[in-house]
T-cell receptor
Framework: DIQMTQSPASLSAAVGDRVTITCRASQGISNYLAWYQQKPGKVPKLLIYGAYTLQSGVPSRFSGSGSGTDFTLTISSLQPEDVATYYC???????????FGGGTKVEI | QLQLQESGPGLVKPSETLSLTCTVSGGSISTSSYYWAWIRQPPGKGLEWIGSIFNSGRTHYSPSLKSRVSISVDTSKNQFSLKLNSVTAADTAVYYCARPNDRHTAMAPFDYWGQGALVIVTS
C-alpha cells in the first residue's frame, strides 16, 4: 500500500500570506495526485488534479506542483474563505487504490 | 447538472449490515461510462475510499474493507448501493457517494459528490 503523509497537520496564517502544504507519497506516483478543500460541515471540493491542473472554477491563487513522491499545494494569498481542511489523494492504478492524506487544517 | 443523493438508515446496530443507496440525477449510470464510488469520513477525521463500481457491475474495493463490503448497481433505477457487514462503532461516519472526473477508470479524482449521509453504529 502507498501511504500519503501531509504536513503540517494544521497551520495558522494571516490574510494575504503565502501558504504551502506538503504531501509525500511512500512510493512514486508520477503525477497522479489531487488536492481537495473541505470547509467545515461541507462536502470536499476538487481543487487540483494531475498534481498541477486547476479544476474549473477554482481561483488562480491555488496552485499545485511536484511529481514522484513530493507534492505541494500553494495558496499565493490566503483569503478568509480559504479556511478549510485540505486533503491530498493519490489515484494510481498500480497498486490500485485511492488513498487520501491525513489532512491539513488551515486557519486564519 | 449531475446530482448524487445518499439515502438509508442513520442508525445501525453493531454486528449488523449498513446499507446505503446513491441516486443519480442529471446523468445516466448506464450510458455515461463512469465508475461510481463510495467514500466515508468518521467524525472529525479524514477521508477513506471504500470502493467503486462500473455500470457493468465491475467493482474495485479498498483492501482494508474488501472482506466486508459489497457495492452493486441498478441501472434501471439509476442507483448504486453500498453494503458493509459486521459493523462496529469504528464504522460510524459520513458516507459519501461520488463520481470521478475521468471515464472508464475507477482511479481518478472525484469532481461530483453527494451531500453525505451520517451513519451511527450504536446499540
Amino acid at each position: 500500500d502507498i501511504q500519503m503523509t501531509q504536513s503540517p497537520a494544521s497551520l495558522s496564517a494571516a490574510v494575504g500570506d503565502r501558504v504551502t502544504i506538503t504531501c509525500r507519497a511512500s512510493q512514486g506516483i508520477s503525477n497522479y495526485l489531487a488536492w481537495y478543500q473541505q470547509k467545515p460541515g461541507k462536502v470536499p471540493k476538487l481543487l487540483i488534479y494531475g498534481a498541477y491542473t486547476l479544476q474549473s472554477g477554482v481561483p488562480s491563487r491555488f496552485s499545485g506542483s511536484g511529481s514522484g513522491t513530493d507534492f505541494t499545494l500553494t495558496i499565493s494569498s490566503l483569503q478568509p474563505e480559504d479556511v478549510a481542511t485540505y486533503y491530498c489523494q493519490k489515484y494510481t492504478s498500480a497498486p490500485l487504490g485511492l488513498t487520501f492524506g491525513g489532512g491539513t487544517k488551515v486557519e486564519i | 447538472q449531475l446530482q448524487l443523493q445518499e439515502s438509508g438508515p442513520g442508525l445501525v446496530k453493531p454486528s449488523e449490515t449498513l446499507s446505503l443507496t446513491c441516486t443519480v440525477s442529471g446523468g445516466s449510470i448506464s450510458t455515461s461510462s463512469y465508475y461510481w464510488a463510495w467514500i466515508r469520513q468518521p467524525p472529525g477525521k479524514g477521508l477513506e475510499w471504500i470502493g467503486s463500481i462500473f455500470n457493468s457491475g465491475r467493482t474495485h474495493y479498498s483492501p482494508s474493507l474488501k472482506s466486508r463490503v459489497s457495492i452493486s448497481v441498478d441501472t434501471s433505477k439509476n442507483q448504486f448501493s453500498l453494503k458493509l457487514n459486521s459493523v462496529t462503532a469504528a464504522d460510524t461516519a459520513v458516507y459519501y457517494c461520488a463520481r470521478p472526473n475521468d471515464r472508464h477508470t475507477a482511479m481518478a479524482p472525484f469532481d461530483y459528490w453527494g451531500q453525505g449521509a451520517l451513519v451511527i453504529v450504536t446499540s
